[in-house]
């Protein structure tokens, strides 16, 4: 696994959030403070999902505490946590 820039796995996390979890959104409409969880774009379903997606891509284990508000609620939060996980490799 390529090491990519916090910049390059933000960029991947807000395609897969689009693609998968707002259809026909524009991407204007997703920006570093739209809220995920707390506006409702993720539920536990969509939570496990980017889960499962962001172990697979990016080749890092999400832990179960993290898998909550406080990591998840926004694309910088998600890109932090999957930076810090790759350094931990």
Known sequence: MESATESDIKATIKDYILREFL???????LDDTTPLIAG???DSIATV????????????RIEPHEMN??????L?????LVTA?????
């Open 23 to 29: 259809p026909g959104e524009s991407p204007e409409s």
């Open 40 to 42: 409702g774009i993720l």
């Open 85 to 89: 996980r790759q350094k931990q490799l």
């Open 76 to 80: 910088p939060d998600i890109a932090s």
């Open 49 to 60: 999902k980017l889960i499962a997606f962001l172990e697979d891509r990016f080749g890092v």
């Open 69 to 74: 508000i406080e990591y998840l609620n926004s």
